[in-house]
């Protein structure tokens, strides 16, 4: 059966986009039919990471008033034939979606892919919620800083109270996956460690995905980091993520500051 997740946070740039480009990406190269459904209606993004944005024509607004057909909007991956992108709008605003397009779109969607995976704005405002609203499952991504947990606990919130699953008494499977973590800076106290994460936010870790410029490098080539890197860290912490969402057991290792003596004594992290 079709699961529909939605990837959500209630602080900005913590990476949404690049995690839901990376995470459908990883599961569409496990053979899973995917969609990577942008909601960030006005400023899209999902089609840079993806590659794709002189392939856009007609996106999820369109679709949604009925002025396209689904058909249409879709753009599949050259890259890789499982997966696909409904893009956003960049001219317009989120009250041009309606509740019962997305409903209608999202119905379609579950009859032709495994995975529907929704990229909602940052914020608890009418696009996040509209992305979460018919969600069988949520992925809150987080910065180990207290103002990006203090959102998702917000987030979180959110998700038990004004979803369909909600509405109907059922529970929603949420996951955190903990991204730019940075194991040194956590033992400084730079940032928040992992176990402190876990405590304030109590859902099931997903993932860590750790600091790394193959995120970036891979954005700013127009490719999901599990298709450009895939043997960096972060496409494998990804590609590990995306084998638990299947419900496969795989271990999760905080990442850790290994350092050699040489290393330690000039400052020099090893590789």
Known sequence: MAKVLVVTSGKGGVGKTTSTAALGAALALSG???CVVDFDVGLRNLDLVMGAERRVVFDLINVVQGDAKLSQALIRDKRCEHLS???????????ALSSEGVA???EELR???DWIICDSPAGIERGATLAMRHADMAVVVTNPEVSSVRDSDRIIGLLDSKTMRAERGERMDKFLLLTRYDPARAERGEMLKVDDVLEILSIPLLG???ESQAVLSASNLGSPVT???PDSA????YLDAALRLMGIDVPITVPTDKRSLFGALFGRRVA
Do not use: W
């Not at 972060?234 to 912490?237: M, N």
């Open 234 to 237: 972060p496409a494998r912490a």
């Open 111 to 113: 009859e032709k892919f």
């Open 32 to 34: 899973q039919t995917v």
């Open 227 to 229: 298709i450009a890197n």
């Open 85 to 95: 992108l409904l893009a956003a709008s960049q001219t317009r605003d989120k009250d």
């Open 208 to 210: 860590i995905v750790p």
């Open 104 to 106: 209608r779109v999202i």
